[in-house]
């Protein structure tokens, strides 16, 4: 992503989220800490929130699952932050650049592919919601009955996917301001419900409300509660880079990322989370409990804000994840912008049809599945960039990507890095099962996802140290001229 | 935010590396100032990484204190409102 053409506050841009051709000159970058702040926190404020903020519901009542979130966002963004911020602000580089150092070139596709199947993946929930949105609509006013309801809801997510198709066609001029918009709206959306709540249901009801289905052990309960956050916080980790490369300093992204991608998350999640409580059905979904909680006049113009949020979010994954496509492909490829806009769109349309409730219901678990394969990547990143390269890149090296670069390492591939990986995520995988969520010791000590990163930037860092001196010469000698510092 | 001029035409802000290698592969005038220019930005890149500097262990302490110190002492809060 780069973000280099608007660069005021008022101008927030869309984050070009997977990669760019050069790194952020030092004249462009003018971001505040304000600009980038706003940016952060559009990325993370959407209706997502509510969904992320159910599932907690399900092991930790209101009071210890709203700490719990915060806490846990907190955490998480130490990971990404160690892990992308001082590297791209340093050199001006998105996320998806920065693995190119551990990964290797050709390996940097495997960040790619995770960053776009992430978008894919919350794009679907965002239309499943908006289609679940559109049903409640037409079912709570009379227009179609209830047994239309999945057919209304998958019609509804596909014309929505169709809207914002033909909406990109023409560019995305009009986007520059949707990211504000959208987090107003969310704003609005969780303080208007957390109303609706407090006087319909009662603060008393949902504090003394009980979790929906705790394990026995209340540490199993907390753990989980920490690593859905932490794993909800790693999900960002596309945007990240994208937002930091414009600013002209680390120091000036911190309260940016703290503030703008953690907080927001976790604050509006305890939206949802309290709404799960008091509508134990709902998961934290408005869609399911607003007309029963407020009526038609309440209910109504909330499902439609719904409906506009959720555009607008899916807009900004779509645009970011079709310039990526066309970015990947390179210019002499000259891949239509509607090529690309269908890669990006008709998988999500195939989901919302096919697979709407298996997706829908399960998020807990598709947060999960992105931490199996971010967190191992952030810990080899960390590895790499403090331990390994002293924190001294070779810009001209981030954009070779011919086999005499420092970054090809093997065919393009840094085998060692992948390993580490595979390790991480089998870790992930023996701790928590992202799919049953069935765990092993010491998962309520540790988490999944920081073990998981730890270990592999321990044998990141083992395995390279004991990799044949021409491999080290070759993919860190440089970086021992640059920093001064031995590998 | 780059964004596409067009429909059917790939992002390119006004001298960006997209926009300056199309050039020069149509003119071939044009590929050695495009080649200036990029040697040019990386040259200005890795002199603006010199002058912000690593990642200071301060700054590593400040961050662990804003995240897993301020995040465990909200935990510890949670765990004791339970």
Redesign the interface.
Known sequence: M?????ESAGHK????ILT????T???E?RWSQLAALGLSASAAMATWCFLVGGYVAYY??A??GA??M??????G??II??ALV?AT????IESIVSTRPVLGHHGAWFGIGVAGLILIGWNSILLIFLGRAAAEIFISTGVLGEGSRDAVAAVAAVLGAALIWGLL?????R??KVGFWIALIVTLLALWIMYALASGVGMQTILDAEPLAPADS?LWN?TVG?EIMVASILSWWPYVGGITQNL????KA?WPV?LGLSLPLSVISIVGLMAALAFPDSGGDPTSYIVDLGGLSFGVPVLIFIMLANIGTVMIGAYSLS?GI??MTG??V?????GSLAMTLVPVMIIVVLIPDLFYDNIGSILAIAAVALAPLCGVQIADY?FLR????D??AL?DSSPHSPYYFVKGVNPVAFVSMVAGFFLYLYLLDPITYVSNTPFEYLTASIPAAALSAVLHYGLTSVMPASFRERAYGGTRRRSGAGV | ?????????????PG???TL??NS?QRSENQEPALND??A??D??????AT?G??ARL?LV???L???G???L??M???W??
Do not use: C
Not at chain 1, 70 to 75: E, F, S
Not at chain 1, 169 to 173: A, F, L, T, V
Not at chain 1, 248 to 251: F, N, V
Not at chain 1, 334 to 338: D, Y
């Open positions: 780069s973000g280099r053409g608007t841009p869309i984050p070009d760019s051709a050069r790194p000159a030092p004249g970058r930790l009542g009071v210890p700490l719990t915060i806490a846990g966002g907190l955490i963004i130490l932050y160690l001082p602000t340093r050199y001006g066609r023409k560019g995305s001029e986007m520059k209340t907390f920490i002209s300093s680390t120091r911190f703290i310039h066309q970015q210019p002499r000259r891949l239509p912008w509607n403090y002293h924190q001294a890149l810009v001209r954009y | 935010m780059t964004t596409p001029s067009q429909p059917g035409t790939p992002d390119a802000a960006s590396a997209t290698r199309g592969a990029l040697n930005l990386y200005a890149v890795e002199r603006e990484a912000i690593p990642f700054d400040y961050l662990l804003v995240t897993v301020v995040g465990g909200i935990l809060i949670a765990v409102s339970a």
